[in-house]
């Protein structure tokens, strides 16, 4: 607080996402009982905004790793709703086979660049356990617990099983 300039006015922190609209909260730590720091979006994948940060957070360097499906593409392919959940990432090259403008007819983009997308797509249909693990974005699960949780599991199917087994 020393460090504030004088005049400086106390931040207004907003009630409501500024994307979705959506009730923007703290939430409380059950073990200390203290508010977090952040405050969060509650509305989830209604929200545009968490939608999209989840497929970066998704095709990133430590996740997925799809080389040519940056920030600005994952946005691109969101808002003109080609990607809107990463299932969409691999299905992507069969659906622009169909499409009325391809997406290397398209400005900005080149036939190879486009090309070499897709292999970099079809190179990621395989990842090790951990990695998949991170990509899922699961809150308060980083790269070394998705480690630990696939040497635990060891295969997706026993990752899966136990994800269902909590759920029910």
């Known amino acids: ?24 909260v703290r939430e409380t730590d059950e073990k200390t009982g203290k508010a977090d720091v952040v405050r969060r979006c509650t509305g989830g994948l209604i929200c545009a905004a968490q939608a999209k940060e989840r497929l970066k957070h998704f095709v990133s360097r430590n996740a997925f790793d799809i080389e040519g499906l940056g920030g ?3 946005e691109l392919f969101f808002d003109e709703e080609l990607i809107r959940q990463p299932a969409d990432i691999f299905t992507l090259e069969a659906r622009n086979a169909k499409a009325a403008e ?22 990621r249909r395989s990842i090790a356990l951990d990695r998949f693990i991170y990509a899922l974005g699961i809150r308060h699960i980083g790269e070394t617990t ?8 060891g295969t997706v199917e026993a990752f899966r099983t ?6 029910a």
């Open 162 to 167: 136990a994800v269902a087994a909590a759920v």
């Open 102 to 123: 391809p997406l290397q007819e398209r400005k900005g983009f080149g036939a190879k660049s486009i090309e070499n997308l897709f292999k970099a797509v079809s190179a």
């Open 1 to 24: 607080l020393d460090k504030r300039p004088k005049g400086a006015r106390k931040f207004v922190f907003p009630e409501v996402c500024p994307v979705c609209g959506s009730h923007a």
């Open 72 to 74: 600005e593409r994952i």
């Open 146 to 153: 998705a480690r630990d949780l696939a040497r635990a599991f």
